[in-house]
């Protein structure tokens, strides 16, 4: 396959990167717009100068009448299931927007669908594709600090939605930890065992639900990982990525999820003091030509076109343990109790 021809479902302000980096990328022919207002879909069109007979209202209508390769789908996380299921039914190979589903159940029906189908399903977990992660990973992985034992993020930032957000129960949580906690899993390259957590809601926060969280994970082989997030946290913000910082038998690692990282580990002859003499290291770098859903979106039409000789950075099944996290974690908050992570 040469290009890949797409459909984009779901015309909200979310899917507007979506149509600007597949009107982009080489390897993508974007054949159609699908939403159920058909309104919102004349009006996508019409901002990146689309023929509007590429809008439709249903996800069939829109692949028989291009005959579509695959579909983006950028809809609300509670439609997640519905429209991945039918297009994999269609034949086609699915692109999703995270979370990948409102429940672990519907997720394990969508792997579960794509790999009886013959299809590719994929999930933009858009933080894995940024150059300081993929420098931190690589690091630990070539054992930059010899066995790591804690990773810590924080994520801090004041954000002014408006709409569905600010009337969830738990917005953090449910609507953006998930980047982190897969982060977390990237990184270290564990798995989740384990969490307890605890929301609250700050006075002067604008959410309805509780804007604030802390959870502990225990993760495989003992590691443990922290994280601590605002969505009501006005000043000081952190990068969108969070502050990382990796502490392991040899030194840590800290990085403010942008440009900034520092590694210190013990130098050759420590010696005796009290604080053991320590050297300041070089992390190597990553470089990509582009990040987030630039990155992914071309990954995905490349992946697809090459019928699968090509990386894929998050295919839907390992996604299922970051999905886990987050359910788990709302579990604790609910029950104020410890929870196994199962997926």
């Not at 630990?140 to 939605?161: K, N, Q």
């Not at 959410?207 to 969280?213: E, I, N, Q």
């Not at 343990?321 to 199962?342: D, I, Q």
Request: with cysteine; glycine share 10%.
């Amino acid at each position: 396959m040469e290009r890949m021809k797409t459909v984009v479902v779901g015309c909200g302000g979310m899917s507007r990167t979506w149509v600007q980096e597949a009107l982009a990328a080489e390897r993508i022919d974007l054949v159609g717009l699908v939403d159920l207002e058909a309104e919102r879909a004349r009006a996508m069109a019409d901002s990146f100068g689309i023929d509007q007979g590429a809008c439709f209202r249903s996800l069939g209508e829109a692949v028989r009448a291009t005959g579509a390769d695959a579909v983006f789908d950028v809809t609300v996380p509670a439609a997640h299931a519905a429209v991945t299921l039918e297009a994999l039914e269609l034949g086609c190979h699915v692109l999703g927007e995270k979370p990948m589903s409102d429940s672990l159940e519907n997720g394990r029906r969508m792997v579960d669908a794509a790999q009886a189908a013959g299809r590719v399903y994929a999930v933009t977990q858009t933080r894995r594709a940024l150059p300081g992660v993929l420098s931190v990973e690589a690091f630990l992985r070539e054992g930059g600090l010899g066995e790591v034992a804690e990773l810590h993020s924080d994520f801090y930032l004041g954000c002014h939605f408006g709409g569905f957000r600010e009337e969830m129960e738990h917005p953090l949580v449910l609507d953006m930890a998930i980047h982190t906690f897969d982060n977390a899993r990237q990184i270290s390259g564990r798995e989740p065992v384990t969490v307890y957590a605890e929301s609250w809601n700050p006075a002067h926060s604008w959410y309805r639900g509780d804007a604030s969280a802390v959870a502990v994970f225990e993760m495989t082989g003992g590691l443990r990982y922290t994280y601590r997030g605002s969505w009501c946290n006005e000043g000081n913000h952190t990068s969108w990525a969070g502050d990382w910082r990796v502490a392991g038998s040899r030194g840590s690692l800290a990085w403010d999820g942008a440009d900034a990282m520092e590694a210190q580990r013990l130098a050759a002859d420590p010696g005796e003091g009290f604080h053991r003499e320590l050297e300041t290291i070089d992390v190597p770098r990553v470089t990509l030509e582009h990040e987030g859903h630039a990155h992914l979106i071309r990954q995905f039409a490349e992946h697809v076109c090459s019928g699968g000789r090509t990386p894929l950075a998050c295919p839907a099944a390992d996604n299922l343990p970051s999905l886990a996290m987050v359910l788990a974690a709302v579990e604790s908050l609910r029950t104020g109790n410890r929870v196994p992570v199962r997926w």
